[in-house]
């Protein structure tokens, strides 16, 4: 995981939810009352939080291309228990879905992810291909084909194992004369 610009409108609360875990390190923002108070969390609603995030990696990283790292609910099963509504805007009759109630973190998700499909970025934000990371992150590259969080760090490594794997192993037979 890197630092990257953060994810554009709503989809900044999508990362940054998918993001309260590291995977690598096993640390978990949300185990912590500072860490579920960005996203409106009392410890009661902690298990629906960590369902609704795992569903979201599970979603970004098949925008990157890459199958679920494990069993989880389907984000339209989840989304659709979501109270939204339509909001017109009476100056210029835009129109726009929003949270039903501010409070409930899967409305807010369910609000930025209907924003990003209107705004064609939803398919942009995406998971990090590396087993060990997962990192949620906006692919702003302009083929929109990104696979790692950063490409210094999980890019390199990926790269690095791959090469690794094709070189020939040298035995001391091999170079015995």
């Known amino acids: 995981m890197t ?62 291309g890459h199958p679920p790292h494990r069993e989880v609910t389907p984000l339209g099963e989840l989304l659709a228990h979501a109270p939204l509504h339509v909001t017109v805007d009476p100056a210029d009759g835009s129109a726009a879905l929003a949270p039903a109630d501010t409070g409930p973190l899967l409305s807010r998700v369910a609000a930025a992810v209907a924003e990003a499909l209107v705004a064609g ?23 929109g084909r990104g696979r790692w969080c950063s490409m210094q760090v999980c890019g390199a490594r990926t790269k690095m194992r791959r090469y690794r794997a094709k070189e020939p192993h040298t035995t001391e037979s091999s170079t015995a004369t």
């Open 121 to 143: 970025t939803w398919s942009r934000l995406k998971a990090c291909a590396a087993d060990t990371c997962h990192w949620a992150y906006y692919d702003r590259s302009p083929a």
């Open 3 to 64: 630092e990257r610009s953060p994810a554009p409108d709503g989809l900044a609360l999508i990362e940054s939810l998918v993001n309260t875990l590291d995977i690598g390190s096993g640390r978990d923002t949300l185990d912590t009352a500072g860490g579920r108070e960005p996203f409106g969390l009392t410890e009661d609603e902690l298990p629906g939080a960590v369902a609704l995030r795992e569903s979201l990696r599970a979603t970004l990283l098949a925008h990157a």
